[in-house]
């Protein structure tokens, strides 16, 4: 995305997160957004995380899925009382997942373990494999897997227990993993279950006027590494787009009973819909608080002008997974390019952004005092740096304790959709796992975070200086003259982290 610009604690964070231009916490903790952006977001509504999360049910993806590769898929899991699940992982050819490829059936067995000291809001998991079977849905699907396969020696060996093209059969079960066999072919696949490792499931109320609201339950699962040789050494600490209760889930939603009531045999084949062109304008922000890799939450609001092929977008930064501890605030600022339909990801659009501009405004005292000990001219310049107070940074080449580098250029895949309800969604390429930037077109994205949806179809002037348009509306409500600060050894653990890794 445009503004890739900090190691650890902004490269993930400036692009790699759903954001939404807060103006101050109210006093029952609730985000609150610009006059013109008062949308019926839908977690505006309260959240609530269920702790430790109740796992028992059916899950389900709520439309196609688009994992690094790029892979194209759709999930299914079910959870028992006994702690045992059944998961399906439907593969397909196309960003639609129109035209199945092969199907995953994978059992095994789940325990939760603790709440994770590393990501605040998540509880830790055990798994244990029992099986991995796949089913082929072409001879194409076939081949393409046995060629993964034997890409290694231990690999060759599992592709020759898969059968010759020519004798493929519709709907067999091939085994990649056995238990109780002590075979496993997952391995050469780059195949795991790691997600499992990393829970959280929290719940809302969707509004469905005139009737009562309903109930919408979701489960994120962790985070899937952009780099397909380090997934199986990776433990997560984000999470992917969240699955939905197949008996609790947001409606309308055509795919939903499509994927319920699929299996390893007959793979859910969804609803054509019509591509949408890219048109950047307007004013996009997060739905609700979002959590990266490494430990960010944050949100973003995006301002797009057209006519002239320039943005603008507001970070805000968040020591806790309901964004009510603001840490740090980044405004970012350039231009892009026209974009270029991708050749690799189907239905993306390439554009090349530039990082020309940035303000900085620290946000606890943590932030305020990590500056005031930076060198003058690493951030800002000379003047000590205040609680709440907007600083520009473009002089000095960005800000080197936050690792805001100017000017910057990233190699972006943008996508657009509609919703069932007939939102205008943005889909934003997905930032680099290890905390790299995409600076070369080698390294653009090949999925997309979760999107941010349309607030306001006119850019606005964003031009007046930051001290016209406050943050923060002073006093909060309930009589509070600002933000409520984290704990001030979590913070400094989180800020001593981004050092390290810009180190």
């Known amino acids: 995305m445009p503004a890739a610009m900090l190691p650890y604690a902004c490269v993930l964070v400036l692009l790699g997160a759903r954001t939404a231009e807060v103006i101050g916490t109210a006093g029952d903790g609730r985000l609150r957004w610009e006059t013109h952006c008062q949308q019926p977001l839908p977690n505006r509504v309260p959240v609530t995380a269920l702790l430790p999360p109740r796992l028992e049910g059916p899950w389900i993806s709520t439309g196609c899925e688009v994992r690094p590769g790029p892979e194209f898929l759709i999930r299914s899991y079910t959870f028992f009382p006994n702690r045992l699940f059944r998961a399906y ?33 998540a509880t830790e998991a055990d798994y244990h494999l ?24 231990a690999g060759r060996d599992c592709a020759q227990r898969l059968p010759p093209a020519r004798a493929w059969l519709p709907g067999a079960l091939y085994e990649l993993l056995s238990a109780r066999a002590e075979r496993d072919c997952t391995a050469a696949l780059g195949f795991t279950m790691h997600e499992l490792s990393l829970v959280r499931v929290q719940s809302h109320l969707q509004p469905q006027p005139p009737t009562r609201p309903q109930l919408v339950e979701e489960l994120y699962l962790g985070d899937i590494h952009t780099d397909r040789a380090e997934r199986r050494h990776y433990r997560p600490t984000g999470y992917q787009r969240p699955l939905q209760s197949a008996l609790h889930h947001a409606h309308p939603c055509p795919a939903c009973g499509l994927i319920a009531r699929s299996d390893e045999h007959h793979p859910p084949v969804l ?20 959590l ?16 002239n092929h320039s943005w603008e977008g507001y970070y805000h930064h968040f020591s806790d997974p309901a964004c009510r501890q603001p840490t740090f605030t980044i405004y970012a600022a350039g231009r892009y390019t026209r974009g270029m339909p991708s050749t690799k990801v189907l239905g993306g659009t390439e554009l090349v952004f530039q990082v020309t501009r940035a303000r900085v405004t620290p946000m ?31 002089a000095t080449n960005g800000c080197l304790p936050l690792g805001i580098r100017l000017p910057h250029v990233e190699y972006e895949l943008f996508k657009m959709e509609q919703d069932p309800l007939g939102q205008s969604l943005l889909f934003i390429g997905q930032r680099p796992t290890d905390g790299s ?12 975070q979760a999107p941010l949806v349309l607030c306001d179809r006119v850019a606005r002037d964003f031009s007046r200086p930051p001290q016209h348009r406050p943050l923060l509306q002073q ?9 409520q600060g984290a704990p001030l050894p979590f913070l400094l653990l989180v800020l001593g982290l981004a050092f390290l890794e810009w180190l």
Request: with cysteine; charged share 20%.
């Open 89 to 121: 992982q439907f593969y397909y050819r196309d960003p639609l997942c129109r035209e199945p490829a092969h199907s995953l059936l994978i059992k095994g067995k789940v325990r939760l373990r603790r709440a994770s000291w590393v990501t605040r809001g």
């Open 130 to 153: 029992h099986k991995v079977g796949i089913v082929f849905h072409s001879r194409r699907a076939l081949l393409d897997v046995a060629g993964r396969l034997s890409r290694t020696q």
């Open 271 to 290: 609803p054509g819909q019509a591509a949408l062109p890219l048109r950047l304008g307007g004013q996009w922000v997060s739905p609700g608080c979002e």
């Open 292 to 307: 990266r890799p490494a430990v960010l939450f944050l949100t973003r609001l995006f301002t797009f002008h057209g006519h």
């Open 364 to 394: 606890d005292q943590v932030t305020t005092a990590m500056l005031n000990l930076s060198e003058p001219d690493s951030c800002g310049g000379p003047g000590p740096w205040s609680l709440g107070t907007e600083r520009d940074v473009t």
């Open 437 to 448: 930037s995409p600076d070369t077109p080698e390294k653009r994205p090949t999925s997309y």
């Open 475 to 483: 006093p909060l409500s309930g009589g509070a003259r600002g933000p």
